[in-house]
């Protein structure tokens, strides 16, 4: 024990020493040790908020779809849907439409245009204009029987300073056209995603804003209670070969997989 005091009192003495001689460089080692132990921690807190937000995002996003049916590498013809309307094991679908906007003039940066079919989408996705219910229907029914309306969520609209009634210019790559704010989103469900950065429209107007007429970007599809899986095989062998029948997780578990190989390189990057 003695000659262990004494060790432990001789190292001291020399670094204390060494510590005193070169001041200026041991706050530099201690300055760059404290800067690598933030900038890893940074990395991991960033892309650890990124994934929850994107998770979340996506669930709202599928909602209560059992599948989706998707065109990999292109568009979803319209021309599908009768076929899905009439088959037995088919409760229901959702046409939908995504893209990204921006306000003219510029008002913030990018957010994202969801077409949807007002009515058809109500049982796949939680979402709800603010006010009375009574108007509040109304004004969904706006989306449908008046070309160029949109919906906002609250955070969109303090962000462009644009308030229910008024009239925003959208600008798309391949159009930019007037819309008139038909209302305004309660913050739940689909009003969520992207982190409230979302408007919404009848998917006709969409398709006629984008020039993306006759095709969809996917359908979501709900099926009858004790529907086999051969009932969904069945389903798929009478669509186009081109499309996809799939789960509403798939696009959540690549985007997942890319959010976390991102932060392999940035924790590699870390410790370089």
């Known amino acids: 024990m003695p000659r262990l005091t004494f060790f432990l009192r001789l ?9 005193r001689r070169h001041l200026g460089r041991v706050l530099v080692v201690l300055f760059g040790i404290a800067l690598g132990a933030a900038v890893f921690t940074s990395v991991r807190l960033s892309v650890h908020a990124s994934l929850q937000s994107f998770t979340r995002s996506m669930d709202f996003f599928a909602g209560t779809a059992e599948k989706v049916l998707v065109r990999p590498g292109g ?13 037995p094991a088919v409760k229901g679908f959702s046409p939908l439409l995504t893209t990204y906007v921006r306000v003219v003039p510029a008002a913030g940066g990018a957010f ?28 969904w029914l706006d989306l449908i029987r008046e070309p160029k309306t949109v919906v906002l969520t609250e955070p969109l609209a303090r962000e462009i300073g644009t308030v229910s009634g008024a009239r925003v210019t959208l600008d798309h790559s391949r159009n930019r056209a007037e819309f008139r704010v038909a209302g305004i989103l309660v913050p739940e469900g689909l009003a969520l995603v992207e982190g409230g950065r979302v408007a919404l429209v009848d998917i006709a107007t969409f398709q006629e804003f984008t020039g993306l007429l006759g095709v969809l970007d996917r359908i979501d599809i709900r099926f009858k209670a004790k529907t086999t899986q051969k009932e969904i095989e069945d389903l ?24 976390r190989a991102y932060q392999l390189n ?3 990057l870390s410790f370089a």
Do not use: N
């Open 11 to 19: 190292f001291l003495w020399f670094s204390v020493r060494h510590m």
């Open 75 to 87: 568009h979803v013809p319209e021309s599908v849907m009768p076929s899905l309307l009439a088959h």
């Open 112 to 139: 994202l245009l969801v077409g949807i079919d007002p009515l058809l989408d109500q049982p796949f996705r939680a979402w709800r204009l603010r006010g009375e219910r009574a108007d509040a229907s109304e004004r």
């Open 236 to 259: 798929a062998g009478k669509l186009p070969e081109e499309l996809e029948l799939r789960s509403p997780s798939a696009a959540r578990d690549s985007g997942t997989a890319m959010i």
């Open 266 to 268: 940035l924790s590699v």
